[in-house]
């Protein structure tokens, strides 16, 4: 039983009973010629000396049989293990020290070559309307899937945004907190299901491991990890949202916050974001596109009704056709005098006819 183990099947065991931290369990296992051997040693009732400091205790045989054939069922349910020594490992150790060095996935294989930026949306469970205006606008601006969305499946934003994304056209992926042969809440089910035709569902505990309040706080800071880009839509004063924002700015992904009433719960924590100076002002949908480093469509409503005014329409055409441009491009290629330029340029920044970006540019 114990002569024939893969590498996964080795560092599935060695990850369950050895108790060293992701970072440590790496470093021993790279520092060891034959894994196997070792695994081997501790059932036959061995120490092994780690370091000057530590020894590793023999392990269980009983313990490490039952947790061999949960590691073999879930491989049979169709549960893909993915290493940190694998291609598909969807972490970068050197910016997560914690990453787990096991994690299980399910869902759609012909994705698993991902090389498009993956933006994580994450919020409260008691979403409000103006939550979901927030995504909703957001995925009618991002009408090209150029990246990916990653969420927790829970209620409220996380599920919500998943939802719009998918139907919006893009791949999008979840994280779970607990075994992937079940989902939680139940309700998500059929969810999870269909954003599993093009994404991943991912955990890193195996079948059988039930969810509790601390898995779900450790699940998000994979979210966080994955993510390049972590945006908080609504966040009470406390919650899980946050924790995942203290994650990404440990592991250093852009932490993007939306502004909301300071007299409404569910904007406390992101208006303590952007007050704290750890988030971006979230102004609008291409804030992220900026974050992610892709393009956004045109709007097409602004596209239709140019403005009536000859010197704004200068401007606006201008932008329309070098897709962005800086105050001092359009002051030498309108011919205008800088005062006229910058007063039109802010008129038609609040009404709505451009985007001021944040390196200063302008864009339709």
């Known amino acids: ?9 080795t560092l599935f065991l060695l990850s369950q009973f050895l108790g060293l931290s992701p970072k440590k369990l790496r470093e021993f296992f790279l520092q060891n010629f034959d894994n196997q ?33 949960i590691y073999r069922k879930q491989e049979e349910m169709g549960v893909r293990t993915i290493s940190f020594l694998d291609k598909e490992y969807p972490f970068n150790s050197n910016k997560m020290s914690d990453a787990p060095v096991l994690i299980y996935r399910t869902g759609d ?3 698993s070559n991902r090389r498009l930026p993956l933006l994580a949306i994450v919020g409260t469970r ?51 907190a607990h075994g992937l042969d079940h989902t939680y809440p139940k309700s998500h089910i059929s969810l999870r299901k269909g954003l599993e035709q093009k994404g991943f569902t991912f955990s890193e505990y195996p079948i059988q491991s039930s969810a509790h309040k601390g898995r779900f706080l450790a699940r998000n800071r994979l979210i966080a990890g994955m ?31 939306s502004p909301g009433d300071i007299h409404k719960e569910a904007s406390q924590g992101c208006n303590r974001l952007i007050a704290n100076h750890s988030a971006s002002l979230y102004e609008r949908p291409e804030t992220i ?10 709007r097409k409503s ?9 010197e704004i329409l200068k401007i606006y055409e201008l932008l329309k056709f070098h897709q962005k441009l800086y105050p001092s491009q359009i002051i030498q290629l309108s011919g205008l005098e800088k005062d006229t330029v ?10 709505d006819q451009v985007i001021h970006n944040p390196d200063n540019s302008y864009s339709i």
């Open 302 to 310: 602004l596209s239709k009704k140019p403005p009536k005014d000859p």
């Open 37 to 69: 051997q070792i695994v081997e040693c501790l059932i036959r009732g061995e120490s092994i000396k780690y370091s000057s400091v530590y020894k590793i205790n023999p392990l269980d045989k009983i313990k490490c049989l039952k947790a061999l054939e």
């Open 109 to 111: 294989a012909s994705t």
């Open 289 to 298: 596109a900026t974050h992610l480093g892709v393009q956004f469509p045109l």
């Open 342 to 351: 910058l007063e039109l340029l802010l008129k038609m920044h609040l009404e």
């Open 227 to 257: 993510a390049d880009v972590v945006w908080v839509v609504e966040s009470a004063e406390r919650g899980g949202s946050l924790v995942t924002a203290n994650f990404a700015k440990d592991y250093h992904s852009h932490l993007v916050a």
């Open 1 to 9: 039983m114990f002569s024939k183990l893969t590498t996964h099947e």
């Open 126 to 176: 008691k979403m409000t309307a103006y939550g979901k205006a927030q995504i909703d606008e957001f995925f009618q601006i991002a009408q090209e899937p150029n990246f990916e969305v990653i969420s927790g499946l829970a209620y409220g934003i996380d599920s919500y945004s998943q939802s719009v994304a998918s139907n919006s056209g893009f791949t999008v992926h979840s994280v779970l």
